[in-house]
């Protein structure tokens, strides 16, 4: 089993996508510095997952979500997500 997750940087304000087949690590490793892309925007909380039954099922929604505008991908996170609001309208 694969996990397509999407990462919230509070304090930054960044979204980061990926897919792992462990999240527990993944998510300790993006939140001790050993990613380079995710390093300077630390701490990082998870606001989704999806599993799919395959790597190249979790490579293929990976890049649908990164190809995503930022509006889209909140968009895409309330719909999916566990009904909280990652952004409230201003």
Not at 38 to 66: D, G, H, N, V
Not at 72 to 86: Q, S
């Amino acid at each position: 089993m694969f996990t397509v997750y999407i990462l919230l940087s509070q304090s930054y304000n960044h979204f980061y996508v990926g897919q792992t087949n462990n999240m527990e690590a993944r998510l300790h490793r993006h939140n001790s510095g050993f990613e380079k892309a995710t390093k300077p925007y630390m701490p990082w909380e998870i606001k989704l997952t999806i599993s799919k039954s395959t790597r190249a099922e979790a490579m293929i929604l990976e890049k649908k979500l990164k190809n995503l505008s930022r509006a889209r991908l909140i968009l895409f996170i309330d719909k999916y997500g566990n009904n909280e609001k990652v952004f409230e309208e201003k």
